[in-house]
């Protein structure tokens, strides 16, 4: 079933993102773990696992509508030299993405794709949820400060075992 051209457009960008996002998250988990900041490390193994779903959704998609998926394109990779820059980096890809999904799900929607659209619509709502984790964060190290934050995040520093 060919798809409007509009839905794969929109659907190759979001993959496109998508795979940025996982790359990009792998890095900082990798980074993280380097550094020793392994309960945030292992947050961010979940968070993988959770854009390569949306990447694996969007791909399946674009297969669906007969369209010719672009795997190999990616965005620049950035990568951040502290725990505040990795979240920056990331609210600033979540907005992102928020804000080309909701503008994808519409267009989408107008072209008589509701597939597209609903599939653009539960992944915006995940992209909402990471915004606000990483929001919080920020709230949490502004509140204790960043050593202190960043100190939480450290197993062997941390006391007790209760999720980040």
């Known amino acids: 079933m060919k798809g409007p051209e509009v839905s794969l457009k929109h659907l190759q960008r979001a993959l496109t993102m998508e795979l940025t996002t996982v790359n990009t998250y792998f890095y900082q988990e990798r980074q993280l773990d380097d ?7 292992e947050r961010m193994r979940e968070e993988i696992e959770e854009e390569r779903g949306h990447a694996q959704a969007f791909l399946t998609r674009i297969l669906f509508l007969d369209g010719k998926a672009d795997v190999q394109t990616l965005d620049d990779i950035e990568k951040p030299e502290s725990v505040r820059g990795i979240f920056d980096t990331q609210l ?30 539960n992944i915006l709502k995940d992209e909402e949820d990471h915004i606000d984790f990483v929001e919080e ?28």
């Open 35 to 41: 550094w020793g900041v392994d309960r945030l490390a």
């Open 92 to 121: 600033r890809m979540e907005k992102e993405a928020r804000e080309y999904y909701d503008k994808a799900a519409n267009e989408c929607r107008e072209a008589g794709d509701l597939g597209s659209f609903e599939l653009f619509m």
């Open 137 to 164: 964060q920020f709230d949490l190290m502004e509140l204790m400060g960043d050593q202190l934050y960043v100190a939480r995040q450290v197993s062997s520093v941390s006391k007790d075992d209760d999720d980040i």
